[in-house]
């Protein structure tokens, strides 16, 4: 028996835990006054909502990047952080999504636009509009982002042809209570209200109630001789709001349907045919508001592939935009509030675009892109995140081979740069942030990249989706081989067998994929060769030796002072041969030497200021330099032979490699196989220099 099972009355609890202490209560309009009087914000239209929303789950100011990263994206708190997004790129779209909100919160005019996602498949544009939706659910959820609507009750008491089971009605566009409000009167309270708003914002509401409501409301007021109050203490029940995607409530998701059978009602609602007998055709109470567009009133509208849509559909959306109406067939116009977001890729938006019949429309879309990860660090999180989320036991992920992924991925995403001292590999490099050993000026290759393309640099190439696939394809495969482990070696193999066969890459890529696959394994190439040298000759006492007197030297040189002789222990002038042996390992050259050396020392100083120890392998650069200096001292004694012995039975000197790129995240057969590929390529190159 599993004593921590949990029972019945545990889960009840854990949901009622959940659920809003008034979700199920009701309070009057004069309790509502008082409710927005201490929070103003309760009456919050949807862009002051959703803006309030991002910056509710936390921010961070990136001054490097020049954007703000919102916790929502890059942490996702209430998912513990499965679904966060990687990559500067999508980090700026969501910057500029935002932007535009609180633009549209102030009344700038982007209120008055749709927000048009675009970007190539598997971009991250669903995925963030899904992500949107969730928190926005949450948010309504809690004190912070609460919002109330209202219901009318006790109607048959008072209208006559009132049927039965419409006694009590709730808003059907689920409208802030206080448009029961006349307008002058309304504009009275919302001034008194601003007064005590603390937020970047004011507060508005000119909105009419819906068709439906109004109704109501005149036959109220005729019964009660025009007493607004006695209308709003006898037949409105003020409660709380909660957005809701399944129950289409604050939330609503549109896709396109075949196109010969769209109608515009799905969008603006559409005559109750079940309560034409009762009311009339022409009857308001015959209506039934369950458009999309009526859906999504005080939240999010949501329009997956909304370029699909008829040219005909589209026009709905000229006065949900900037009218902020929409007009159902055989209605009067009723007021809306929500942010439109809608969702598209490059060929679709390139069509309407060049359409002049869509002028209307495209003047009121703010275009943002959602381009494709640029950094391949950054796209191999995307690839880990999907290992993290999966059931993979004992699958051991070998070192680089993530990244290589994304490196490929990368390359075929890039313009190729129109600079002699510069090719692919180096700008892939260069967009990561590790190009430090040659002179790259990133901003000019993004510009010259902008000039070059119509579309923009991540705007093409190969998806995450095809390398996911290929991933898990390598991964399924080497569980059938009982091989425990998954290295960039085996899935090069699948990227170069699927290449051709999927349907996303264009047969006029396929030249310029295949070179980039051989770029990427010659990158794979040298870093395995770095590894296997590391295996060989790594010593981290040594490693901190050499490092601190490196660091020596240097500071005497920055200083023009002088060093002590670990030998004879007197002082001497720093040893310019020893320091630039180091350098030269990165092959920096003399006329940069002083540059590097300051970089060096200011990292060193910044270290020490936060109370860290000196450690050079915390400097990528430093380690990087050290570890093939020492290469360089120690290779003389290794016995090469070893490396490419085919002997059944292992040395203890190939264990001990073995066990030193275990340290470095290997598997035990990953290590053999990188042993075997780059082992043979070291022993060749050291061999062949020793009979020269």
């Known amino acids: 028996m599993n004593d921590k099972r949990k029972t019945v009355e545990e889960i009840s609890q854990s949901y009622r835990d959940g659920v809003p202490d008034d979700v199920r209560e009701s309070r009057s309009f004069d309790q509502y006054l008082d409710t927005i009087h201490d929070d103003p914000k309760v009456t919050r239209n949807a862009h002051q909502r959703v803006a309030d929303m991002f910056d509710y789950y936390g921010t961070q100011y990136d001054e490097d990047a020049g954007l703000v990263r919102y916790d929502l994206a890059s942490d996702d708190p209430l998912d513990e952080g499965r679904n966060r997004f990687f990559g500067d790129e999508i980090h700026l779209a969501i910057h500029e999504f935002v932007n535009k909100v609180k633009g549209g919160s102030r009344r700038l005019g982007p209120e008055k636009r749709i927000k048009l996602l675009l970007g190539p498949v598997g971009s991250g544009k669903s995925d963030f509009d899904r992500r949107v939706r969730r928190y926005y659910e949450d948010y309504t959820r809690r004190d912070e982002g609460r919002m109330y609507t209202f219901r009318w009750t006790g109607l048959c008491d008072v209208i006559d042809d009132q049927y039965p089971v419409d006694d009590v009605v709730r808003s059907p566009m689920n409208q802030d209570p206080l448009v029961l409000l006349p307008l002058e009167q309304r504009r009275e309270v919302i001034e008194d209200l601003n007064t005590a708003l603390d937020a970047p914002y004011t507060l508005r509401n000119e909105q009419a109630l819906d068709p439906e409501s109004e109704l109501y409301m005149d036959m109220l007021l005729a019964n009660y001789d025009d007493d607004l109050g006695e209308v709003l203490d006898n037949h409105v029940e003020v409660v ?45 109470r015959a209506f039934d508001y369950s458009g999309a567009l009526c859906n999504a009133n005080r939240g999010l509208f949501s329009g997956e592939e909304l370029l699909k849509l008829q040219q005909e559909f589209l026009y ?21 509030d929500q942010v439109i977001v809608g969702r598209t890729n490059m060929p679709e938006y390139l069509q309407k675009k060049k359409d002049e019949k869509m002028e209307a429309f495209n003047d009121r879309t703010k275009r943002i892109d959602f381009p494709y990860v640029l950094e391949y660090e950054e796209e191999a999180r995307i690839y880990r995140k999907l290992l993290d989320n999966a059931d993979i036991p004992g699958m051991s992920i070998e070192p680089h081979t993530l990244e290589m992924a994304g490196l490929f991925a990368v390359l075929t995403r890039l313009m190729e740069p129109d600079v002699e001292t510069v090719d692919v590999l180096q700008k892939a490099r260069a967009y990561n942030g590790d190009a430090e050993d040659i002179e790259v000026d990133v901003d000019k290759l993004r510009d010259e990249a902008d000039e070059a393309s119509d579309e923009g640099e991540g705007m093409f190439g190969v998806s995450p989706r095809f390398i996911g696939d290929e991933i898990a394809e390598a991964i399924m495969d080497s569980t059938h081989e009982e091989r425990g482990y998954l ?42 060769i770095e590894d296997v040298r590391h295996a060989l000759a790594y010593d981290v006492e040594e490693i901190q030796a050499q490092g601190e007197k490196y660091m020596d030297h240097v500071m005497a040189y920055i200083d023009d002072s002088t060093v002590e002789d670990e030998v004879t222990g007197r002082q001497q002038e720093p040893d310019e041969s020893f320091l630039r042996a180091v350098e030269e390992q990165l092959e920096i050259p003399e006329d940069r030497k002083d540059d590097f050396r300051q970089e060096v020392s200011n990292w060193v100083s910044r270290r020490a200021r936060e109370g860290e120890v000196f450690k050079p392998q915390d400097n990528e650069r430093l380690r990087r330099a050290l570890e093939r200096k020492m290469w360089e001292d120690k290779k003389h004694n290794i016995n090469f032979s070893a490396l490419v012995s085919s002997g059944d039975t292992e040395s203890e000197q190939q264990n001990n490699w073995i066990e030193a790129l275990s340290d470095r995240g290997y598997s035990e057969e990953g290590a053999r196989e990188v042993l075997e ?16």
């Not at 990227?495 to 980039?516: G, M, Q, T, V, W």
């Not at 590929?677 to 020269?692: I, L």
């Open 677 to 692: 590929f780059a082992g043979a390529e070291v022993a060749r190159t050291e061999m062949e220099g020793e009979e020269e």
């Open 316 to 336: 709905d959306f000229l006065h949900a935009t900037q009218e902020q109406t929409i007009k159902p067939r055989n209605n009067p116009r009723i007021d809306i």
């Open 487 to 528: 290295s960039p070696l085996a899935l090069f193999t699948y990227f170069e067998d699927n290449l051709e066969s999927h349907a996303s890459i264009s047969s006029e890529d396929h030249e310029d994929y295949y070179r980039y696959l051989e770029l990427t394994r010659e990158e794979y190439r040298e870093r395995a």
């Open 240 to 284: 709380r709001l909660l957005a809701d995607e399944n129950r289409r409530q604050c939330i609503e998701t549109f896709e396109p349907k075949d196109k010969k059978n769209q109608d515009e009602t799905e969008l603006t609602g559409d005559i109750d045919y079940s309560k034409i007998a009762v009311y009339g055709e022409s009857d308001p």
